[in-house]
Structures are given as C-alpha cells and as structure tokens.
C-alpha cells in the first residue's frame, strides 16, 4: 500500500481546509491526499514479489474471468477481485442498462470535444498529475495517443450493460486502475517528490478526476448546446459512482453526488488542495489541444483555418479566463463571435429533438448501435490494456 504521512507542502495546507470547509473534510483530504489505491497497489507489489511471467496471466485472467476462474490466487489479487466483484447496493440492472443512455443523446464528436478541452484539459491543470506524466515519460509525446484511449476507455465504460463483470467496459475500467497503480509506483522508484504532491495518482487526484469526466464535461457539453435535465443528470451521476468505485475511488469523496451543484460543492474542496497551474500543466493542455482542434471542421463546419482558434475560444468558455491565462490558451474573439449562432442552432436542433420521445430514444439508440460497432472493430492494444500487467512504463 502507498501511503505518506503528513500533510504535503505543495498543496495548501490542513489549516487552509479547515477554515473553509470544516474539520471532518480537512480530514478526509489530509487521508486522500496521502493515500493511493490500496487494493491495486498491493496487487503491484504482490506482482514484483511473485515475478512478472507469474503474476501478468492471474491478474488478465482474473480481471477477464473473474476470481472464481483462478484456482489458487495470490492474496492482494483475490481481495481486489473480491472488492470489484461486489457491487455496491445501488447497483441494479436499471444503473447498469438504462442510466448511460442519456450519455449517448449525443453524438461522439460532442464527447470528445468535451473529453478534450474539457475534462482533460482541467485533469492537466492538476501539477501533481502533470508531474507524474513528466517523471513516467508520458508527458506530451504521447498526448494524442493517450487522448484517443482514454475515448476508447470511456466509450465502453458508458455502453449500457458494459460495466458487468467481464464485459468489455468492466475489464477496461479495472485495467485503467492497474495502470494508475504501476504509474504510482514507477513515478516514486523515478523520483517523483510526495512529501511536496501526495502520493502519486492519490485519492484527491482520482476524486477530481472524476468530477472532470461528470461535472466538466456535463457543464462543457451543456456549453456546446448538448444540455441534459436534472433526471438524466442524476441518473448519469449515479452510474458513476459505481465507475468511481471500480477505479479505486474512496465512496466519501464520490458517493452521494446526485447533480451539479452538489458536485460543485465537493469540487470546490478538490481544487482547494490541488495546488497551483506548472509549465507541464500549459504544455499538455497545448498538446491536447493540436491533437483534436481538426474535429471542429466535422462538429461546427467550421473552415480548417479556425478550427484551433475556435477550439481555443470553447477551451476558454469551459475554463474561463484566468486558468485560461494561466494554461497558456490563447484568446479567439472571432471564432468565439461564430460560436454562438452555431451553438444556438444545435440548442433549437435538441429541442425538437427532444418533443418527440420517439425521435429522442431513436437517436440514443442509432448512436449506441454505431459506438458499439466502433468498439468491435479490431484495433492495437492501448496502453491501459497493456500497461495494467505492468509489461508498459
């Protein structure tokens, strides 16, 4: 288990959440701070222990076919398996199959915008995740690359029905806690600094994270004129409780969130303690940023020539101005001029949409049909997926 003790003197401090929001939170972040995934990271070091040829097949075959398909497993990779194979309460089969299809009322250049200048670009404003990045090597040379899986992982997190256990998006979604656990140790033997950042990839870190995949990007897509109600937002929050649950995120920090606001609320403790914009933090946002600027031309039939400027001006939309500033994002007055009646129309398009029930599930349902034959065409391994046995730094 990765652990640290005392409070990290790049992250404001104790005294400062105390103030603000009480000693019961200044508790639980002073813990997230310092802790990582305790089950994923004892499965880390039991695999080091064990040796890789050894432990690689049990970890695939007991994420794949659960612990029941191993005859006798290693202790830290049965209590895991047990850990994600026992669902929390909530989870039924309406979570499971009906709660993400209000995720696909909109079409997948919407989510990857969002992914993007949304929710990535605000993950990277965290200097402790940049830093990880920059220690492991994987800080803007593989930033398109990361971009594309981390949509690939995504997608099959949401497809309804995907998040049993040894569907497609259950297995990923563990797979990317595996690889957050090998990152964690391989930032530390790499000198990464936790007395000043926490430990690697801490609890505060997968906490923000996860408001960046909920709150972000639901407020980003609601910016672009792709909004959802209240219910649908409710329901969405609660569908990833149980993502959060699979990738190692404490139920305190997560649970409990049932909109917005409330996600509001707990996020403004996150960023509290999250510590001020680096240089690593501008130069991924950059990175992201060229990577997806072309899906403009699809998305809002803008010209090629704009597309970056008006990537720019949605990125300052969703972030504002000062963290704007601060990551480097340059301001597009022209492009942000266009945006509005682009936005407007796609508003007044939803609308319509939305007054027919059965021209509004048949878009949710053409738009799951085509993710899930994009997610059956064959493809290279991504990182995650090898990168969960430790067989990729």
Excluded: C
Excluded at 49 to 75: C, F, H, K, Y
Excluded at 192 to 209: E, H, W
Excluded at 260 to 286: E, K, Y
């Amino acid at each position: 288990m990765i652990t640290i003790a005392g409070w990290p003197t790049g992250r404001s401090s104790r005294s400062a959440v105390l103030a603000q929001f009480g000693e019961g939170r200044a508790d639980l972040m002073q813990w997230a701070l310092t802790t990582g995934d305790p089950l994923a990271d004892a499965v880390v070091a039991e695999m080091h222990e064990l040796g890789m040829s050894t432990a690689r097949p049990l970890l695939v075959r007991g994420i794949e076919d659960g612990l029941d398909s191993l005859e006798d497993p290693p202790p830290a990779l049965a209590a895991f398996l047990e850990s994600t194979e026992t669902p929390p309460a909530y989870v039924d089969d309406v979570l499971l199959d009906e709660l993400p299809r209000a995720w696909f009322s909109s079409p997948s250049p919407v989510h990857i915008l969002s992914l993007s200048a949304g929710a990535l670009v605000r993950v990277y404003e965290s200097p402790s995740i940049a830093k990880v990045l920059s220690t492991t090597g994987r800080l803007v040379d593989r930033a398109d690359k990361r971009l594309v899986e981390t949509g690939t992982w995504l997608t099959q997190a949401m497809l309804p029905g995907n998040l049993r256990r040894g569907r497609p998006g259950y297995v990923a979604t563990l797979n990317v806690r595996m690889l957050h656990a090998h990152m964690r140790m391989l930032a530390l033997d790499r000198g990464y600094d936790s007395a000043a950042d926490g430990v690697p990839i801490n609890q505060v870190d997968l906490a923000r994270t996860w408001m960046d995949f909920t709150l972000t990007s639901f407020v980003a897509e609601d910016m672009l004129g792709f909004g959802l109600t209240g219910r649908e937002l409710d329901g969405l929050y609660r569908y990833w409780w149980y993502l959060g649950h699979l990738l190692g995120i404490d139920a305190r920090l997560v649970e409990g969130i049932t909109g917005n606001d409330g996600a509001r609320r707990v996020d403004d403790v996150l960023q509290t303690v999250t510590g001020p914009v680096s240089d690593d933090s501008a130069r991924l946002a950059a990175a992201t940023l060229d990577s997806i600027s072309v899906l403009l031309r699809d998305l809002f039939r803008i010209p090629g020539r704009l597309s970056r400027p008006a990537l720019d001006a949605i990125t300052r939309r969703i972030h504002g101005p000062s963290m704007s500033q601060d990551l480097q994002v340059r301001a597009a007055p022209v492009a942000d001029t266009l945006l509005t009646p682009a936005i407007a129309g796609v508003r007044r398009t939803r609308s319509v949409r939305r007054r027919s029930p059965e021209q509004w599930q048949a878009a949710i349902d053409a738009n799951i049909a085509a993710e899930r034959r994009r997610a059956g065409e064959p493809g290279e391994p991504t990182a995650y997926e090898r990168g969960a046995t430790g067989s990729a730094d």
